[in-house]
């Protein structure tokens, strides 16, 4: 079982829409979660990180912990065509020194 | 405040030669990670460094590779005798007091012919 898992998609929505991105872990000791977005051959970019359970919110994303289900997602309000992009999930891992992280969703916002 | 830099952000190589990639952290930044991401593959996570020390390199290669970050210029990710399985695309991350919060460079992508 990999450590983290995420949908590769891709998920294609219309504009406006509100968007779900999750991912699972198999770990229960992680504490801190983050969010990068990632254009085609670009570098990741980091979106946002929570720590421990909750949501947390920063513009028209939102992210959310479920420890009890080792579930997080990342929801995005009024996609806009600029938010598409791979998705990427990530946990420190290996004492804190790195992260590991899913696969990504591919996201394609039309018009 | 400038981000991340690695250069060059384009390597072509032929099999057998050396590839030397470099990275500049963000100021202020006193730890650096290495992360390789193949074609249809999530990025791996290679090694970790900070200054004159390398602190984790268990996803490193036995074998070509090797890492370095002196206590003065840039980090220096090199692959000796290069083949062809090594084309990917090689990002470098660093990051302030709080490990978790890496920040990515452009990357550099490595062909190798």
């Known amino acids: 079982q990999k450590e983290v898992e995420q949908d590769p998609g891709p998920l294609s929505v219309p504009e406006g829409a509100i968007v779900s991105l999750n991912c699972t872990y198999s770990?229960?000791?992680?504490?801190?979660f983050m969010w990068y977005r990632q254009y085609s051959r670009k570098g990741p970019e980091l979106l946002m990180y929570?720590?421990?359970?909750g949501n947390k919110e920063d513009g028209r994303f939102t992210a959310q912990v479920d420890k009890s289900s080792k579930y997080i997602s990342l929801f995005i309000r009024d996609s806009q065509p600029s938010d598409s992009a791979t998705y990427l999930c990530?946990?420190?891992?290996?004492?804190?020194?790195?992260?590991?992280f899913g696969t990504g969703t591919q996201l394609k916002v039309e018009l | 405040n400038a981000g991340v830099m690695q250069n060059p952000r384009h390597l072509v190589r032929r099999r057998g030669q050396e590839a030397r990639l470099r990275c500049s952290p963000m100021?202020?930044?006193?730890?650096v990670y290495w992360y390789r991401q193949l074609p249809e593959e999530g990025l791996k996570f290679m090694v970790y460094?900070?200054?004159?020390?390398?602190?984790?390199e268990s996803g490193m290669p036995k074998e070509r590779f090797s890492a370095e970050f002196p206590k003065e210029g840039p980090s220096i990710l090199r692959i000796q005798q290069v083949v062809r399985g090594d084309s990917a695309a090689y990002f470098c991350?660093?990051?302030?007091?709080?490990?978790?919060?890496?920040?990515f460079g452009p990357g550099t992508r490595l062909t190798v012919t």
């Open positions: 991350a660093s990051s302030p007091n709080v490990p978790y919060e890496q920040y």
């Open positions: 770990n229960s000791a992680f504490q801190y």
């Open positions: 929570t720590y421990s359970s």
């Open positions: 990530a946990m420190p891992t290996g004492g804190g020194n790195k992260l590991t």
């Open positions: 100021k202020g930044h006193s730890h």
């Open positions: 460094l900070q200054k004159e020390n390398i602190i984790d």
